[in-house]
T-cell receptor
Framework: GENVEQHPSTLSVQEGDSAVIKCTYS??????FPWYKQELGKRPQLIID?????GEKKDQRIAVTLNKTAKHFSLHITETQPEDSAVYFC????????????FGSGTRLQVQP | GAVVSQHPSWVICKSGTSVKIECRSL??????MFWYRQFPKQSLMLMAT?????????EQGVEKDKFLINHASLTLSTLTVTSAHPEDSSFYIC??????????????FGPGTRLTVL
């Protein structure tokens, strides 16, 4: 099955700096890669996603890049703000089979004001 | 976006009792729903895939007789934790995928159920 690895596990940045979180996946058949933000005790919220036919996608301060050959994808947050502090999860999903998401281990982002 | 509800949001029970958690897709139909479990400071781990009108598919290591799943309609899946023990205490989250062609196949999560077994 799919295996998703995520780094780093914790990340502390100063307000206004950029943050980068990286994930690798194992199943070359995976074709959908969402990123979720989760605050304590709440459901994961989709912040951006990318499909395998696209190399990069951007939404305001958030961008995701995908390298299918290397099987890795990254989340980039620019101009970080204290309200960006949360746990971020990457995930991958295949085209066939059960089509459930396989999650990375999570990154706790702390933005220092 | 589409809405998935979950009930109850939290429950405290005694060891040995059973607890039922409901997951509903409020404005779309879902032939497939997913149940995840999340322990403190850990990731979401898929427990099982709930299939409308047929048996659930369980992930390796998840006891199907302990975690009973029923998906009786296109908008409702239930997870029953039978004979709950303290080690079952966790955050249980369901999700459903809107399979309409226009939906982009995004997966929507319920708000989660915090189960505490004393």
């Amino acid at each position: 099955g799919e295996n998703v690895e995520q780094h780093p596990s914790t990340l502390s940045v100063q307000e206004g700096d950029s943050a980068v979180i990286k994930c690798t996946y194992s199943d070359s058949a995976s074709n959908y890669f969402p990123w979720y933000k989760q605050e304590l005790g709440k459901r994961p919220q989709l912040i951006i996603d990318i499909r395998s036919n696209v190399g990069e996608k951007k939404d305001q301060r958030i961008a995701v890049t995908l390298n299918k050959t290397a099987k890795h994808f990254s989340l980039h947050i620019t101009e970080t703000q204290p309200e960006d502090s949360a746990v971020y999860f990457c995930a991958a999903r295949g085209y066939t089979g059960r089509r459930a998401l396989t999650f990375g281990s999570g990154t706790r982002l702390q933005v220092q004001p | 976006g589409a809405v998935v509800s979950q009930h109850p949001s939290w429950v405290i029970c005694k060891s040995g009792t059973s607890v039922k958690i409901e997951c509903r897709s409020l404005d779309f139909q879902a032939t497939t729903m997913f149940w995840y479990r999340q322990f403190p400071k850990q990731s979401l781990m898929l427990m099982a895939t709930s299939n409308e009108g047929s048996k659930a598919t369980y992930e390796q290591g998840v006891e199907k007789d302990k975690f009973l799943i029923n998906h009786a309609s296109l908008t409702l899946s239930t997870l029953t934790v039978t004979s709950a023990h303290p080690e079952d205490s966790s955050f249980y989250i369901c999700s459903a995928r809107d399979e309409a062609p226009s939906s982009y196949n995004e997966q929507f999560f319920g708000p989660g159920t915090r189960l505490t077994v004393l």
